[in-house]
């Protein structure tokens, strides 16, 4: 399956992340020593599942590698017109493909493992759109601080991940609902009102459940969606905030230092004295006794 990376985004005066970008895209922004997106593409290129990877709003000159065949498209304008873009070259790269990842570049601690289980779950079935969830507990067992907003569902609530799965005649069909929607992929509830006024008021008041709302979602829109709830937080953990961006800094920092501390100790440890102990001599051979001569008569 090939992955398609949305990095073109760009901070403007006046938005959270201007000072940090300087005029650079919100993808390059340093991360421990790297480029967000590096992070990204470090994943992607350790997942079995993945077999070429296209960012989308960087270019060559970006410095940037990964393991796999690494492809680059310039910014679209906007994130469905980048999308579609993607998908066209996922296509001409692997014209009998029919799925792509869709991952955001400000998801720095995702792994390579956890791309690999979403791909595994997803295609046990064949559905249209695989959307990840993850529920609050999951997010602030790993990231107490993280601030995220959520959905408040009747069963549980949720924050949406930035790794996705769907199939490629979604970029070709109902394209309008999807510009709604993907433009308002921060707001549950502004999405809701997309899908219907009754799921608004039903979501506003706790009435429906996770699968709930993607049945309605799903019919509303045409297709044949389905949840994948996370246990991991890393993949819904994205970078939109500065408070957001220090902590996955020091975050990162310590799973670099960490093994570098460990080899450090490690060649570091006092060796053990070994007592050397004298060597035995060999005992002496005991020599017969001469025997007496006998006295002449």
């Given at each position: 399956?090939?992955?398609?990376?949305?990095?073109?985004?760009?901070?403007q005066?006046?938005?959270?992340?201007?000072?940090?970008?300087?005029?650079?895209?919100?993808?390059?922004?340093?991360?421990?020593?790297?480029?967000?997106v590096q992070?990204?593409?470090?994943?992607?290129?350790?997942?079995?599942s993945v077999?070429?990877?296209?960012?989308?709003?960087?270019?060559?000159?970006?410095?940037?590698?990964?393991?796999?065949?690494?492809?680059?498209?310039?910014n679209?304008?906007?994130?469905?017109?980048?999308?579609?873009?993607?998908?066209?070259?996922?296509?001409?790269?692997?014209?009998k493909?029919?799925?792509?990842?869709?991952?955001?570049a400000?998801?720095p601690?995702?792994?390579?493992?956890?791309?690999?289980?979403?791909?595994?779950?997803a295609?046990e079935?064949?559905?249209?759109?695989?959307?990840?969830?993850?529920?609050?507990?999951?997010?602030?067992?790993?990231y107490?601080?993280?601030?995220?907003?959520?959905?408040?569902l009747?069963?549980?609530?949720?924050c949406g991940?930035?790794v996705?799965?769907?199939?490629?005649r979604?970029a070709?069909?109902?394209?309008?609902?999807?510009?709604?929607?993907?433009?308002?992929r921060?707001?549950?509830?502004?999405?809701?009102?997309?899908?219907?006024?009754d799921?608004?008021?039903?979501?506003?008041t706790?009435?429906?459940?996770?699968?709930?709302?993607?049945?309605?979602?799903?019919?509303?829109?045409?297709?044949?969606?389905?949840?994948?709830i996370?246990?991991?937080?890393?993949p819904?953990?994205?970078v939109?905030?500065?408070?957001?961006?220090?902590?996955m800094?020091?975050?990162?920092?310590?799973?670099?230092?960490?093994?570098?501390?460990?080899?450090?100790?490690?060649t570091?440890?006092?060796?053990?004295?070994?007592?050397?102990?004298a060597?035995?001599k060999?005992?002496?051979?005991?020599?017969?006794?001469a025997?007496p001569?006998?006295?002449?008569k």
């Amino acid at each position: 399956m090939n992955a398609i990376v949305l990095a073109g985004g760009i901070p403007q005066p006046g938005e959270k992340l201007y000072s940090y970008a300087n005029g650079d895209p919100k993808a390059l922004i340093d991360m421990a020593g790297k480029p967000m997106v590096q992070w990204v593409l470090d994943a992607l290129g350790e997942a079995k599942s993945v077999d070429q990877v296209i960012v989308i709003g960087l270019s060559a000159k970006s410095d940037l590698n990964c393991k796999k065949p690494l492809h680059f498209l310039s910014n679209q304008g906007r994130m469905l017109a980048n999308v579609v873009a993607g998908v066209n070259r996922s296509l001409e790269l692997t014209p009998k493909g029919e799925y792509v990842l869709v991952v955001s570049a400000d998801i720095p601690a995702l792994k390579g493992s956890m791309v690999d289980w979403l791909v595994k779950t997803a295609m046990e079935t064949r559905d249209d759109l695989y959307y990840g969830v993850c529920p609050r507990e999951v997010m602030e067992a790993r990231y107490p601080a993280s601030n995220r907003t959520y959905t408040k569902l009747k069963d549980m609530e949720v924050c949406g991940a930035d790794v996705n799965i769907t199939h490629y005649r979604m970029a070709t069909e109902h394209l309008d609902t999807w510009e709604q929607l993907m433009g308002n992929r921060k707001s549950p509830l502004r999405q809701a009102a997309i899908i219907g006024l009754d799921t608004l008021f039903q979501i506003a008041t706790r009435q429906l459940t996770l699968q709930d709302v993607v049945k309605r979602a799903s019919q509303r829109i045409g297709i044949k969606g389905r949840a994948i709830i996370w246990d991991k937080a890393e993949p819904c953990m994205d970078v939109d905030k500065p408070h957001q961006l220090e902590l996955m800094r020091e975050d990162l920092a310590k799973q670099v230092n960490e093994p570098k501390k460990a080899a450090a100790k490690k060649t570091s440890a006092p060796r053990k004295s070994v007592k050397k102990t004298a060597a035995k001599k060999p005992a002496a051979k005991k020599t017969p006794a001469a025997k007496p001569r006998a006295k002449r008569k």
